[in-house]
């Protein structure tokens, strides 16, 4: 039996999967149509305890791990959801974990102590104020990274935070954050030292403050259901008390928890790829022209078997890759090329999923076209390929 495929997690997959026929499925057009999900999912999937997955139940998860995690994406997409649900509702996978980890909580050791600062009593009181009532399903937070400037050089980051007493002021802007619009609260990176000198800092920056905006909503080309920002800071004052950690200690716990998302946007990728194969399966068993249903087809069950073998190699190897993550190995090389291995069998699968569906293929009513346009981002988010390229070129001593 895989690690991967234990009772537990079998129960943990059939929970989702009842979620997301019950929940889901009759509503995501509407959603899609909306450009957002609503709040009231965040509360019925922390119900059941989805929400906290991934997270300790000393801040409010529901206990589990990586493992546990990836299981739930995987099933959100394969049974009927999406890449784009799964950023919309788990954008808290990518706004809390830094605070977690600072506040000691997911490790049992404290990341700001293994950084070299202490442990801060600001950092229990953040898993309060944002990690519990997030988790709880009443608040919605985001991570706001990528800048107007760029996104893929992090350490150029050019919002700045300078000290005033108890509080800094933030100035800035940012863009392309998902759920920006719905947050209540942005992880924020910010700049402590001057405009891109790369010492970064994490600060928890509260909706309403004054010279806080959230601006247009972006139009994209898929991921409908999941609202994405442009944020603008200008004097935004924040308490010291919500920075996460030390000061400057951001950049490397930007870097640590990149695995995690990286391996998220890999599942989405590979669950995709083999949420196609499922719908091209049937489509071409069910679907006949001149007399004779598409799958009798020699060409067309080669077909079928390629994208089907292509989707199951990459599962196959993020699934490896994450068990060693959970395992603590710093294998961030591997995870790079486990990225990059999905998006790839992603990207080919959800072109030839919707060549075989015909023009039905190329039609909103098709779920096949929502995954083909939802699946271009992963190749993007969390670090683009050329950038996971850079680091599989450096691991090789190249
Ligand atoms: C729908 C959506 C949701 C997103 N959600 C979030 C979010 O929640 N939070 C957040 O912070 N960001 C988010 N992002 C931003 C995303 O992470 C960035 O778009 C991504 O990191 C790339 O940055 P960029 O767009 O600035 O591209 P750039 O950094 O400008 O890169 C442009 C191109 O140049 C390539 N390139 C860059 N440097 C090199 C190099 N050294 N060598 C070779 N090629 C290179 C890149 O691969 C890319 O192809 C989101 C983006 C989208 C579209």
New binding site residues.
Partial sequence: MSIVDTPERRQLRELTRAFVTREVLPHLDDWERAGEVPRALHATAAKLGLLGIGFPESVGGSGGDLLDSIIVTEELIRSGGSSGLV?ALF?HG??LPHMVAAAGARTGGSLSGRLGGAARLGDDDLIDRYVRPTLAGTMIG?????????????AGIRTTARRDGDHYVVNGS???????HRADFVTT?VCTDFPGSGELTLLVIGKGLPGFTVGRR?E?L??HC?D?AELSFVDVRVPVTNRIGAENTGFLAIMQHFAAERLSLATQAYATAQRCVELATRWCRDRETFGRPLASRQLVRHRLAEMHTRAEAARSYVHEVAVRVAAGEPVVTEVAMAKNVAVAACDQVVDQALQLHGGFGYLRDAEVERHYRDAR?LG????????M??IIAKGMGL
């Fill in positions: 950023a954008t990518i706004a985001a991570l706001a990274i990528t800048e107007p400037g760029g996104g893929s050089d992090v940012k863009t392309y954050i998902t759920s920006g990176a972006l994209k898929g991921w999941s994405t981002i993007i988010g969390g670090g683009t390929t050329e950038i390229n850079e």
